[in-house]
């Protein structure tokens, strides 16, 4: 099996994504200081839904939208496209019946963002084939048993269990013992859902205001490099970028996830493996993969690289290492023989916003009006539509059913200081890492290894 061409991969440009559009005209900056009735910084997929519903709402309000680089720069246009129903941190911490309705609510958004793409004339690729996690292997095998007990005994699952034959009839993953699929997911183009929402937002009146950078929220004000703008309602939705406003380093840490895509594949790759019907791909490793097949029929190829930068360090332009782009390479080939000597194309990576209790947030601070969403580790394409719905109601003062769920106001406590933070990460996935090694060999239960990581971890 031949590694990666480093000389032939495109690496970074912030995602292949955005190089497949094409990146977007710049917006105007910030002129100035300005008053509106609510200012949002970040022009990701949180800012942008809670404007656009804020807006569709509300018609007269005055929004402002503050994006340090451009709408869809971060992980909103770096990501896999999975638009899940995943509840991050476990419906465990919601209570039966809190778990319940967060679970609902998040069947019903993977519907919405449908609707409101067709709606607004948003083409963003999107194909609603369910989601697809395989095991490969005893020990995940054992894990897949143990999340189909679980999730069978809640409502609004709609899980079913495979076993192996079941896998192959569908998609043809090499080593697959047996997989879990539901219904409420769809794969998009995660730039193409970006730019037409927000294209959406500046025909409802939102003013975008790129390459701007805000230093400091506070409470009626958003500090810019370029100006002040004052509201009555100050929402932050940085997400990943969070850790770089003032007083926000240790509230959210930044991880990093790559990804890698291919070139295009033959029909007769596709005849071979299956994969015909729009489904994401994941499996239960500890250190996960995610897969879509996209719309041009190219294998879209993410998990973790280097998980975090000391300090909480960001990147800017999308670039990963080599180390990541092979190690992703051979997972890809591994799970798909036929693909052993398929080119890749573009590799990139992108950091997601990780909460202490690895659990969502969004809430608004009626005394303040400070408002905030995110911490979606990973699960935000559907996710950030729900958070901007909630949003909305928030500062609305709306009573909906959205604005009681469990994940509305909820904190979890900061992360760790430098150096113990780096540490701890560093020390997590190596144990995952070596925990997966572990269970390649043969072993038929979780790794002990893996069970201390995700202790010390909050998992």
Known sequence: MAPADADAVANGGVSFWWQQLGLPTPRPALPGDRQVDVAIVGAGYTGLWTAYYLKTLQPDLRIAVLERRFAGFGASGRNGGWLTNSVTGGRAQYGRDGGARQQAAMNDTVDEVIRVADAEGIDADIRKGGELEVARGAAQQARLEAAYADESSWPHTDAERWDAAEVAARLRVAGATGAIWHPHCASIHPAKLARGLAEAVERLGVEIWEDTTVRVIEPGRAITDRGTVSAAHVIRATEGFTADLAGEHRTWLPMNSSMIATEPLRADFWDEIGWS???????????????????????????????????????????????????????????????????????????????????????????????????????????????????????????????????????????????????????????????????????????????????????
């Not at 591994?334 to 194309?345: C, G, K, S, Y």
């Not at 043969?442 to 002990?448: E, I, N, Q």
């Open 277 to 459: 019907r729009g489904e994401t791909l994941g499996d239960f490793a500890h250190v996960y993969m995610y897969a879509q097949r996209t719309a041009d029929d190219r294998i879209a190829f993410g998990g973790r690289g280097v998980p975090y930068r000391y300090g909480s360090r960001v990147d800017t332009d999308g670039r990963t290492q080599q180390r990541t782009i092979e190690n992703l390479t051979g997972l890809l080939r591994r799970f798909f023989p036929a693909a052993a000597d398929v080119p890749i194309a573009h590799a990139w990576a992108g950091v997601l916003g990780v909460p202490r209790d690895w659990s969502p947030t969004v809430g608004v601070d009626r005394a303040t009006g400070l408002g905030w969403a995110g911490g979606y580790v990973g699960t935000g394409v559907a996710t950030t539509n729900l958070a901007g719905r909630t949003l909305a109601d928030l500062v609305l003062d709306r009573d909906t059913d959205l604005v009681s769920l469990p994940w509305v106001g909820h904190r979890a406590r900061k992360w760790e200081p430098e150096p113990l933070r780096w540490l701890a990460v560093q020390a997590i996935y190596g144990a995952y890492h070596l925990a997966d090694a572990h269970e390649a060999r043969g072993r038929a239960t979780t790794s002990p290894v893996a069970r201390i990581a995700d202790w010390v971890s909050g998992r």
